[in-house]
């Protein structure tokens, strides 16, 4: 089946700094990734959805200078939180659809997710 | 706008029993609707997806779901429970004509299966 890596799997960095968290398809094309937002005990809040070669589409309220997302290839997309503050705490989890003969599949298949802490 | 609801938070059952986790939804048009299950500190798992045909769809793990047009419900269900299938639960809805092909999910409903 399809799969989706992240990577780092957990991170804890120092308020103000900035993390840089991959999303890789590992052995399909996804011309469309999305990345995702989950608090503890809550469901996962879409931040912003990217495609291969243009620039990322982000949800209201999430700010597109905090959170670079760069899609630069059809196997990874790059989510950087910038000057991360305590408030980035999250855990964040990408996804991606795959494309099958040219045609976007309907399913997302999710990476296993990236615990941000920052202190 | 789309939306889905997952009414509980929390489905108990003793192994061995059916189980169903509730989910309804509200899309403009016909809808995709998913299951997908997650584990502690892990991303979604999917389990299965309705497009078109069959109203009952059969997915992994043994699990599945009927899609109701008139009751807009996708709820998903399996007849013997295992205490490995104790996790997140998650329905999702995309309308069919979204053309930001994003999906919406619900609140999520944890499954505690109890031997």
């Known amino acids: 089946g399809a799969v989706v890596s992240q990577h780092p799997s957990w991170v804890i960095c120092k308020s103000g700094t900035s993390v840089k968290i991959e999303c890789r398809s590992l052995d399909f094309q996804a011309t469309t990734m999305f990345w995702y937002r989950q608090f503890p005990k809550q469901s996962l809040m879409l931040m912003a959805t990217?495609?291969?070669?243009?620039?990322?589409?982000?949800e209201q309220g999430v700010e597109k200078d905090k959170f670079l997302i760069n899609h630069a290839s059809l196997t990874l997309s790059t989510l950087t939180v910038t000057s991360a503050h305590p408030e980035d705490s999250s855990f964040y989890i990408c996804?991606?659809?795959?494309?099958?003969?040219?045609?976007?599949?309907?399913?997302?298949?999710f990476g296993p997710g990236t615990r941000l802490t920052v202190t | 706008a789309q939306s889905v609801a997952q009414p509980e938070d929390q489905v108990n059952v003793a192994e061995g029993n059916p189980l169903t986790v509730k989910c309804t939804y509200s899309?403009?048009?016909?809808?995709?609707l998913f299951w997908y299950v997650q584990y502690p500190n892990r991303g979604l798992q999917f389990l299965l997806k309705?497009?078109?045909?069959?109203?009952l769809v059969k997915g992994s793990y043994g699990f599945e779901a009927e899609f109701n047009k008139s009751q807009t419900s996708f709820h998903l269900k399996k007849p013997s429970a295992l205490v490995s299938d104790s996790a997140l639960y998650f329905c999702?809805?995309?309308?069919?004509?979204?053309?930001?092909?994003?999906?919406?999910f619900g609140g999520g409903t944890r499954l505690m299966v109890k031997p």
């Open positions: 996804s991606a659809r795959a494309t099958h003969r040219g045609e976007l599949r309907y399913e997302q298949y």
């Open positions: 990217s495609n291969e070669g243009s620039k990322a589409t982000y």
């Open positions: 899309v403009s048009g016909n809808p995709y």
């Open positions: 309705y497009i078109t045909g069959d109203n």
């Open positions: 999702a809805v995309r309308a069919k004509f979204n053309a930001g092909n994003m999906l919406t």
